[in-house]
């Protein structure tokens, strides 16, 4: 359990556990689809600059780890938050557990609250939190190697978010309930950003 839930463990995608990974006489629409691109994952920017033709390739072939990836740079780097929110919702819907976290972040971040939830809850936080703290410290360290990923939005909405938790504990960094795990979700994300864009 210590590798796989390492935080430089990038390889979540379902569909790639207990694979054969001797892809020589796969099928192309195989071989791309079930690539692991750990290592994009954790540097993204590699992705964008020196390897366009592998990119192609992943996402015309439904990669789930692809879509992540593009659906960062998409949304952080060439700031097209539409490109941006269709690949990184492909990765949530193909099971690819950072999309769901990252989705769900990005949600909240735009004050559309229950559709981040809903994202969020996708992760059964109420009953297996160490996997979405486990998501969440993989995304934060994907987004470490993107410049100005802050935008001033971010930081309303998670003053809006604040107001609406009835939680008297949420300033408590002890306590997670149904009340407050989003606001404190969204704090981490805001001051995280925040960090990142000095």
């Not at 060439?78 to 193909?94: M, P, V, W």
């Not at 971010?154 to 960094?173: F, G, H, I, P, R």
């Not at 002890?174 to 001051?191: G, M, P, R, S």
């Amino acid at each position: 359990m210590g590798e796989e839930m390492s935080v430089n463990n990038y390889n979540n995608n379902p569909s790639s556990e207990g694979s054969n990974n001797d892809h020589s006489s796969s099928d192309p629409n195989i071989y791309f689809r079930n690539l692991s691109l750990a290592f994009f994952v954790a540097h993204p920017m590699e992705f964008l600059t020196k390897h366009k033709k592998l990119r192609g390739e992943c996402l015309k072939h439904g990669n789930l780890e692809g879509h992540y990836i593009e659906g960062i740079l998409q949304y952080f780097v060439e700031k097209d938050k539409t490109k941006g929110f269709f690949h990184l919702r492909q990765a949530a819907i193909g099971g690819y557990r950072d999309g769901w976290y990252l989705s769900g972040l990005l949600m909240l971040a735009l004050e559309r609250f229950y559709k981040g939830e809903n994202y969020l809850d996708n992760l059964e936080w109420k009953t297996n939190l160490e996997l979405s703290d486990h998501c969440k410290a993989r995304v934060l360290k994907t987004l470490s190697t993107i410049c100005g990923i802050m935008n001033r939005g971010y930081y309303t909405a998670m003053v809006n978010l604040e107001c609406l938790t009835k939680c008297d504990q949420k300033n408590n960094s002890n306590h997670i309930c149904d009340e407050c795990y989003y606001y404190k979700q969204l704090k981490k994300f805001v001051l995280f950003a925040m960090n990142q864009y000095n």
